[in-house]
């Protein structure tokens, strides 16, 4: 992509007016989706797919897709649990950064589902929802990224003028009129040419002025900013269980859960600290949605975006058991854009028994962001 094009993206993304053919144009909010850890949904976590049932949140995706439960034993193993979350975005790919603002809510909202071999052979499928309340992580609700791309817009906008006016001085036979109007009309036998040297002074001058990698940089810059911002997702699901892989044998809901997950950055851009809380009601031995789990815990990162660790602690109720803690160490990494792993080693004590250790491996994957 020319330079010039890459830059007017940007500066329309945020509403800056780069005009070329006096017409206004406007880029896909998707240019924000940057690459964050893919978020956990809550059919996911409803299908235990890992120890841990705080629910992890980041900005949101198009699209992510968790594969769960690859437990180490007897040598790999196929995983037994998928699932896939979808934003509304998904469907209206060409939403400009206005509506999205507008309709924060809708966009950043996602339909989850997943599917869970059990271990008899039974099939479980999954349905959830989540809503974002905060999300400072989100690029394109960034204040200080804006300011930046609209000072970069008033340069562009500066040499598009100035390119225009040398360029009409030096074609005598067209002269300044004649050369906006051959820019603007595609039909016109000029437009080709005149175009292509617009684009080549511009791309001069605006280099001259400003480093072409800055607009990229300070994006970097900002992701790794934003990465532990603060957050607070609201999810919700339900889990359904089928004898054989056919939909119409589906009963229940077997099981409902309500998530809540706040973050809190900690030691500047270093650090981030969850606080999940999350309730269930789980059948009982008469198939009745009566007992009640309500767990509440905490997780704490160090790290950066690309790599970190955690620690996690949570402590469940049950009013059908003894209460259960559990606890768990891992760690988080990108292997490339769009695609994130997971290791944790976790332990969960009953009572007073003995405590059981629980390796788990998981996959993420989403759209790669959008350069």
């Known amino acids: 992509m020319k330079i010039i094009q890459y ?219 934003l990465w532990n911002a603060q957050i607070w997702d609201l999810g919700l699901a339900g889990l359904f269980t089928s004898k054989d892989s056919l939909v119409e044998n589906l009963n229940g809901p077997n099981k409902l859960g309500l998530w809540s997950t706040y973050g809190q950055p900690l030691f500047k851009e270093k650090g981030q600290l969850l606080i999940g809380l999350n309730s269930r009601l789980i059948e009982d031995k008469l198939k009745k949605l009566k007992d009640l789990e309500v767990s509440i815990g905490v997780r704490l990162y160090y790290g950066s975006n690309n790599l970190k660790g955690y620690l996690e602690y949570e402590n469940y109720f049950k009013s059908a058991t003894s209460n259960v803690r559990k606890g768990s160490l891992g760690l988080e990494t990108t292997i490339s854009s769009g695609i994130w792993l997971s290791f944790s080693l976790g332990f969960s004590q009953t009572g007073d028994a003995k405590a059981l250790f629980t390796p788990a491996f998981n996959l993420s994957f989403a759209q790669p962001e959008r350069k």
């Open 7 to 225: 830059l007017m993206m940007i500066s329309t993304l945020i509403n800056c007016q780069v005009v070329y053919s006096q017409n206004e144009k406007k880029i896909e909010s998707g240019w924000g989706n940057l690459n964050y850890a893919v978020p956990e949904s809550p059919a996911f976590k409803i299908l235990d797919a890992n120890p841990s049932n705080i629910m992890r949140p980041t900005a949101t995706r198009d699209i992510a897709i968790a594969i769960g439960n690859y437990y180490l034993k007897s040598g790999a193993s196929l995983p037994n649990n998928l699932a896939v979350e979808i934003s509304p975005s998904l469907f209206n790919p060409k939403v400009n950064l206005k509506d999205y603002k507008k309709n924060r809510i809708w966009y950043t909202g996602t339909l989850s589902l997943g599917t869970k071999v059990n271990q008899d052979g039974s099939y479980a499928v999954s349905t959830g929802l989540k809503f974002k309340i905060i999300d400072k992580a989100d690029l394109r609700l960034n204040p200080e990224l804006n300011q930046f791309i609209r000072k970069i817009g008033v340069t562009i906008n500066s040499d598009f003028t100035d390119a225009l006016d040398e360029i009409g001085t030096e074609e005598a036979a067209l002269g300044i009129v004649g050369v906006r109007e051959a820019y603007s009309d595609s039909l016109n036998h000029d437009h080709k040419r005149i175009k292509k040297a617009v684009e080549k002074r511009l791309n001069d001058k605006f280099t001259e002025k400003v480093n072409l990698r800055a607009v990229s940089d300070f994006r970097e810059k900002m992701k790794g900013k």
